[in-house]
């Protein structure tokens, strides 16, 4: 079992930033990926960024330059820089970890809300 929890989110104007932090614990896998996903209000959740034990990141193409992810594997924690926001970015952001050796093995955060607006 992986344990995820979330912090960062917030109120912050259009133009701001904000960073979140989602620290895994549990049975972790050395070998895995974590990552972030948003669902805003009426849409369906949403892929932002995920990267992987190893180092390959993927980011959702609309979010390329904006948004960064990192991750401290000895603290089993990820990150999730984000500049230049956008109203449109409102929206529940969730941590996201899944094991690359084990099949299925997938965990979800709680999620912590980011909300833009002037």
């Known amino acids: 079992q992986v344990q995820l929890v979330e912090s960062g989110g917030g109120l912050v104007q259009p133009g701001g930033s904000l960073r979140l932090s989602c620290a895994a614990s549990g049975n972790i896998f050395s070998i895995n990926s974590m990552g972030w996903y948003r669902q805003a209000p009426g849409k369906q959740r949403e892929l932002v960024a995920t990267?992987?034990?190893?180092?390959?990141?993927n980011y959702a193409d609309s979010l390329k330059g904006r948004f960064t992810i990192s991750r401290d594997n000895a603290k089993n924690t990820v990150y999730l820089q984000m500049n230049s926001l956008e109203p449109e970015d409102t929206a529940v952001y969730y941590c996201n970890f899944r094991s690359l050796v084990v099949p299925n093995q997938g965990y979800w955060g709680q999620g912590t809300q980011v909300t833009v607006s002037s």
């Open positions: 990267k992987t034990s190893t180092g390959f990141t």
